[in-house]
Nanobody
Framework: QVQLVESGGGLVQTGGSLRLSCAASGSILSINTMGWYRQAPGKQRELVAA???????NYADSVKGRFTISRDNAKNTWYLQMNSLKPEDTAVYYC????????WGQGTQVTVSS
C-alpha cells in the first residue's frame, strides 16, 4: 500500500513563496512519474508540474518561470517550490504518484492574498 503525505501549504501574500512537499511511503521500488495538480473553487483540477520517466519535467504555462518541481530519491519525496505567487494560484494542491496505479495526496490549501 502506497501513501502520500503532503505538507507546506498556507496563506501568503502576492509575490510570496511557499514550498510544498509530498512524501511517499510503502512498498515502492522506484518513482519515475510524479507531480502536482491543483483545483481552485469551481474549476477543474489542472496539472501544475510533473516529472515523467524520471527525468522529463513539464509545467503548466501559467506557472512556468515561477514554480519548480524537484525530487529527493533517497527520501521518496518531491517538492513544489512556488515563487512570485499570485492570487490566481489559490487552490488546493494535490500531489500524485503513478506507480502501477495512481495515488493522490490528501491535498493542501494554498491561499494567496492580494
Amino acid at each position: 500500500q502506497v501513501q502520500l503525505v503532503e505538507s507546506g501549504g498556507g496563506l501568503v501574500q502576492t509575490g510570496g513563496s511557499l514550498r510544498l512537499s509530498c512524501a511517499a511511503s510503502g512498498s515502492i521500488l522506484s518513482i519515475n512519474t510524479m507531480g502536482w495538480y491543483r483545483q481552485a473553487p469551481g474549476k477543474q483540477r489542472e496539472l501544475v508540474a510533473a516529472i515523467t520517466g524520471g527525468i522529463n519535467i513539464n509545467y503548466a504555462d501559467s506557472v512556468k518561470g515561477r514554480f519548480t518541481i524537484s525530487r529527493d530519491n533517497a527520501k521518496n519525496t518531491w517538492y513544489l517550490q512556488m515563487n512570485s505567487l499570485k492570487p490566481e494560484d489559490t487552490a488546493v494542491y494535490y500531489c500524485y504518484l503513478l506507480y502501477r496505479y495512481i495515488y493522490w495526496g490528501q491535498g493542501t490549501q494554498v491561499t494567496v492574498s492580494s
